[in-house]
């Protein structure tokens, strides 16, 4: 499966946004931070988010960025094209090339298989991403950990 670092960092990055998202932008720094990615890395990929108009960019100090529209309207399919990322389970990348320039026995059933990842991930919402439990409790303990680490390094 070619889900790659840039695709899955994408999909983290819009849900730490998304879960995020009120009247303040969210720094890259934040981000980074909550994630564990670089935040050279957060600043190519949300190049390209924005340039897709998944989010929007705000300047200046309390800068950051935010979600363009609501969570329930940006699907997570969407992040992953916008960092031009292609979910292919073929190995000849779909072009049907898979042994000595012609298909493989098992070409259809891979692409099949890339077809449905595909239609999974058009139909799950980062609204819906952010209303699972397992996702909730995950980022309060990544808050806690943030809050515990600024109420240390400011302690001394």
Known sequence: MKLTTKGRYAVTAMLDLALH?????????????????????????????????????????GGGYQLSGEPSSIVIADIISAVDENVDATRCGGL???????????????????????????EIT?????????VQETAARQNKKRIDFISHSHSH
């Open 96 to 122: 049907g090339d898979c042994q000595d320039n012609k298909r493989c026995l098992t070409h259809d059933l891979w692409m099949d298989l890339s077809n449905q990842i595909r239609v999974f991930l058009a």
């Open 21 to 61: 998202n009120g009247d303040q932008p969210v720094s890259l720094a934040e981000i980074s931070e909550r994630q564990d990615i670089s935040l050279s890395y957060l600043e190519q990929l949300f190049a390209k988010l924005r340039k897709a108009g998944l989010v929007v960019s705000m300047r200046g100090p």
């Open 126 to 134: 980062l609204a819906d991403m952010t209303s699972r439990l397992e």
